[in-house]
């Protein structure tokens, strides 16, 4: 027997479906292995769904951060301060220029761009958030989140 598929796994299997949708042929929503290195920053992440083309996979090792179009996060129900915290501030540090966190506790998420320079280092000057139901913009390209997975609700001790 294998154990169910949970919102997080079937969120992100979701997204990439949507946007492969409405991706040209020579980019790929990956959500394999290697990780994303940035050895100069000694930042290494893994992001639940990449957006980078075919050609840019082809290496030896860890992808390049600078290589991917969007890095996309589904929150994790145990851990929701990495994506929302950790993430936010590494990917702009590593050059990633889109960064889209769909949290299935809540039916909302954000859409970061726009990379720009603070005393605190590089960070996401735009942001637009959204709510399960509507349609979002990653990158170029225009989803429907509705029908999304959301988590169940907590459930209150007895």
């Known amino acids: 027997?294998?154990?169910?598929?949970?919102?997080?796994?079937?969120?992100?299997?979701?997204?990439?479906?949507?946007?492969?949708?409405?991706?040209?042929?020579?980019?790929v929503a990956y959500t394999?292995?290697?990780?994303?290195?940035?050895?100069?920053?000694?930042?290494?992440?893994r992001p639940d769904l990449m957006v980078i083309a075919w050609d840019d996979m082809e290496v030896p090792g860890s992808f390049d951060p600078r290589t991917?179009?969007?890095?996309?996060?589904?929150?994790?129900?145990?851990?929701?301060g990495n994506d929302w915290d950790t993430e936010m501030r590494d990917?702009?540090?590593?050059?990633?220029?889109v960064y889209a966190v769909f949290d299935p506790r809540t039916g909302t998420g954000a859409v970061l761009t726009d990379i720009h320079p603070t005393p605190?280092?590089?960070r996401y000057a735009t942001r637009k958030d959204f709510v399960y139901g509507e349609d979002v913009?990653?990158?170029?390209?225009?989803?429907?989140?509705?029908?999304?997975?959301?988590?169940?609700?907590?459930?209150?001790?007895?």
């Open 1 to 27: 027997m294998t154990a169910p598929v949970g919102p997080h796994e079937l969120s992100t299997a979701h997204l990439r479906k949507r946007l492969e949708k409405v991706m040209p042929e020579e980019l």
């Open 120 to 122: 605190g280092g590089p």
């Open 68 to 80: 991917l179009i969007a890095a996309v996060e589904v929150v994790s129900r145990s851990n929701p």
């Open 32 to 45: 394999g292995e290697p990780d994303v290195e940035d050895e100069s920053e000694g930042i290494m992440r």
């Open 137 to 158: 913009t990653i990158g170029d390209w225009t989803i429907a989140t509705d029908g999304l997975p959301r988590y169940p609700p907590d459930k209150l001790p007895a």
């Open 91 to 97: 990917y702009p540090l590593m050059g990633i220029p």
